[in-house]
């Protein structure tokens, strides 16, 4: 059984700034985004409410996937949360 990959987007808590990025330990990392271990742009504007996220079979896949959500617009990130999340829900609970 192979590894699986996550592409995922976070958002703070009026959802206002958005973070996309990828990991092979989904809940390890949005854990350390939680916990601020993670520094930079996320501790920096608190952003650690996990609203979306994608599981790849490969590591190139998972990096392609997540350039691509990052060159979207902003309006692509939100119409992609909302088709899988429109309540906004923190799924970190639910991994």
Partial sequence: M???YYVYILANKHSAVL?????NDLK????EHK????????RK????KLVYCEVLSDPYSAITRE???KA???RKKVELVEKYNPAW?????GL
């Fill in 19 to 23: 973070y996309t990025g990828v990991t």
């Fill in 72 to 74: 979207g617009s902003r």
């Fill in 45 to 48: 504007y608190n952003i650690d």
């Fill in 67 to 69: 350039k691509q959500i």
């Fill in 28 to 31: 390890r990392r949005v854990y």
């Fill in 89 to 93: 829900e923190d799924l970190y609970e």
């Fill in 35 to 42: 916990s601020k271990v993670a520094g930079g742009f996320t």
């Fill in 2 to 4: 192979g590894r699986n």
